[in-house]
């Protein structure tokens, strides 16, 4: 008997054949015996490559600094489940979960679900009981056969567009485009926020009939180097002056921009003021996005994990040096292009502390290091056996001056996060 919100995590892992399994018909038939596919409020969804967890940040600041009850899913999560869905910003509690979990194994009979896909249920189940105003949901794969895609949607967002998670999505970006088009709906506002999309974007609006609005051919973005706390954004025949967001990267203005197009593309079922857009983009947060944990020595944390995000991850580091050294914790997984992201970040790190990850995709001790000897020039490469003693490790090594930057991989990031914070409350190893 599944007890505990672990218990059921365990359960569902085992549950279906396969982690991943990209459709809807099994999604779509529980949907239906839940009376799930038509919720009573309007859906947001998010995709792209990069980009979409703190597009979902602003999306939700926004929305309730201007006084809606707002759902967000997200995936993956980082220390704790519950992150993946909240209410008002706030996770959902384990026996809320819970309920929703018991509901929908109860409604599924013999159709086998995916983790995913019981996550996805769990959170519209959830907005639909809390009496939401809007919810907003990310995208975790692709766009068009992802359990997320499954609810039409008031206002689709492609953040970005890069090469990522070829095995389903294609290895090309015209072809990810189209995978990421999907989440287009017929007469629907559908914004893009890469300054360089992929031809398959507008192909894909055109022929479906979405409202496609583009960066950069719409909508503006306006900095001057005498304000750099500032900027404006221009579009719809109107210019507003904002503070920059409250998350790191100059990319994040990308992402601000996209999000206040879309918004205002739903000015009639959803009004925001610009009160209400300034003080979002400056509550935003989001998890593991060049997220700095502690200072002397700087901890930065970062889910970079392709090559896109590797270059905005270099970027602010040059734009944001420190003046001692700079120690990379890295891992990877192995359906990832390991090689192009660690020659962009190559530039940026005086030396490697590599680990390896658990599970199938997890790249050993030496994969990493064979995929990295060629990359890093004459940097220094250091092995390790887990995550507790790397993170020892380059606490005993690093001085004040000097900066680590944690990335490749969602779980690298949250094995840190969990190790720092269990570190903070006393409850490990290194307390004392």
């Given at each position: 008997m599944?007890?505990?919100?672990s218990?059921w995590?365990s359960?569902q892992?085992?549950?279906h054949l396969?982690e991943?399994?990209l459709g809807?018909?099994?999604i779509?038939?529980v949907?239906?015996?839940?009376?799930?596919?038509?919720?009573?409020?309007?859906i947001?969804?998010?995709a792209g490559?990069n980009g979409?967890?703190?597009?979902?940040?602003?999306l939700e600041?926004?929305?309730i600094a201007?006084?809606?009850?707002?759902?967000s899913?997200?995936?993956?999560h980082?220390i704790?489940?519950?992150?993946?869905?909240k209410?008002n910003a706030?996770?959902?509690?384990?026996?809320?979960?819970?309920?929703?979990?018991e509901?929908?194994?109860?409604a599924r009979?013999?159709?086998s679900l995916t983790y995913f896909?019981?996550?996805t249920l769990a959170?519209?189940?959830?907005?639909s009981?809390q009496?939401?105003?809007?919810?907003?949901?990310?995208?975790?794969l692709?766009?068009?056969l992802?359990a997320?895609n499954?609810w039409?949607t008031?206002?689709?967002?492609?953040?970005?567009i890069?090469?990522?998670?070829e095995?389903?999505?294609?290895?090309?970006?015209e072809?990810i485009?189209?995978?990421k088009?999907?989440?287009m709906r017929?007469d629907?506002p559908?914004i893009?926020g890469?300054?360089?999309p992929?031809k398959?974007i507008?192909k894909q609006a055109?022929?479906?009939?979405?409202k496609l609005?583009?960066l950069d051919?719409?909508f503006?973005i306006?900095?001057?180097d005498?304000t750099?706390?500032?900027?404006k954004?221009v579009g719809?025949?109107?210019t507003?002056?904002l503070?920059?967001?409250?998350?790191?990267?100059?990319?994040?203005l990308?992402?601000?921009?996209?999000v206040?197009a879309g918004?205002?593309?739903l000015k009639?079922?959803?009004p925001v003021?610009?009160d209400?857009?300034?003080?979002?983009?400056?509550s935003?947060?989001?998890t593991?996005?060049?997220?700095i944990?502690?200072?002397?020595?700087e901890w930065?944390?970062?889910?970079?994990?392709n090559p896109?995000a590797?270059?905005?991850?270099?970027?602010?580091?040059?734009?944001n040096?420190?003046?001692?050294?700079t120690y990379?914790?890295?891992s990877?997984?192995?359906?990832?292009d390991?090689?192009?992201?660690?020659?962009?970040?190559?530039p940026a790190?005086d030396?490697?502390h590599?680990?390896p990850?658990g599970?199938t995709r997890?790249?050993?001790?030496?994969?990493?290091?064979?995929?990295?000897?060629?990359?890093?020039?004459?940097?220094?490469?250091i092995?390790h056996n887990d995550?507790?003693?790397?993170y020892q490790?380059l606490?005993n090594?690093?001085n004040?001056?000097d900066?680590?930057v944690?990335?490749g991989s969602?779980l690298v990031?949250?094995?840190?996060l969990?190790?720092?914070e269990?570190e903070?409350?006393?409850?490990?190893?290194f307390?004392?």
């Amino acid at each position: 008997m599944k007890r505990t919100l672990s218990d059921w995590l365990s359960w569902q892992e085992t549950l279906h054949l396969t982690e991943i399994d990209l459709g809807l018909e099994r999604i779509g038939k529980v949907a239906h015996k839940l009376k799930l596919l038509k919720p009573d409020f309007p859906i947001i969804t998010v995709a792209g490559t990069n980009g979409k967890g703190s597009s979902v940040a602003l999306l939700e600041a926004i929305l309730i600094a201007q006084g809606y009850n707002v759902g967000s899913y997200t995936s993956p999560h980082l220390i704790d489940y519950n992150e993946r869905i909240k209410i008002n910003a706030q996770n959902a509690n384990e026996q809320q979960i819970i309920d929703a979990f018991e509901v929908i194994d109860k409604a599924r009979g013999n159709i086998s679900l995916t983790y995913f896909e019981f996550s996805t249920l769990a959170a519209i189940l959830c907005f639909s009981q809390q009496n939401i105003d809007v919810a907003i949901l990310e995208v975790g794969l692709g766009g068009r056969l992802d359990a997320a895609n499954l609810w039409d949607t008031s206002l689709a967002i492609i953040s970005s567009i890069d090469i990522d998670h070829e095995n389903w999505l294609g290895n090309d970006r015209e072809t990810i485009g189209i995978e990421k088009s999907g989440i287009m709906r017929k007469d629907t506002p559908v914004i893009c926020g890469d300054p360089h999309p992929p031809k398959s974007i507008a192909k894909q609006a055109g022929k479906i009939g979405a409202k496609l609005y583009q960066l950069d051919k719409d909508f503006f973005i306006e900095t001057d180097d005498a304000t750099p706390n500032r900027w404006k954004w221009v579009g719809q025949n109107k210019t507003i002056n904002l503070p920059k967001p409250n998350l790191k990267g100059r990319f994040q203005l990308n992402n601000a921009a996209t999000v206040i197009a879309g918004l205002y593309s739903l000015k009639e079922k959803l009004p925001v003021d610009t009160d209400a857009i300034k003080q979002g983009l400056l509550s935003a947060k989001a998890t593991g996005r060049l997220q700095i944990i502690s200072q002397q020595p700087e901890w930065l944390l970062d889910v970079a994990h392709n090559p896109q995000a590797a270059k905005a991850l270099a970027a602010y580091l040059a734009n944001n040096p420190v003046s001692g050294k700079t120690y990379a914790l890295f891992s990877m997984l192995k359906d990832k292009d390991i090689k192009q992201v660690v020659s962009i970040m190559s530039p940026a790190i005086d030396e490697w502390h590599i680990v390896p990850l658990g599970g199938t995709r997890g790249m050993t001790i030496n994969e990493l290091n064979q995929a990295l000897s060629d990359q890093i020039g004459e940097a220094e490469l250091i092995p390790h056996n887990d995550f507790k003693s790397t993170y020892q490790s380059l606490k005993n090594i690093s001085n004040f001056k000097d900066r680590v930057v944690v990335f490749g991989s969602f779980l690298v990031v949250s094995e840190i996060l969990q190790i720092s914070e269990a570190e903070k409350t006393g409850l490990n190893e290194f307390s004392s």
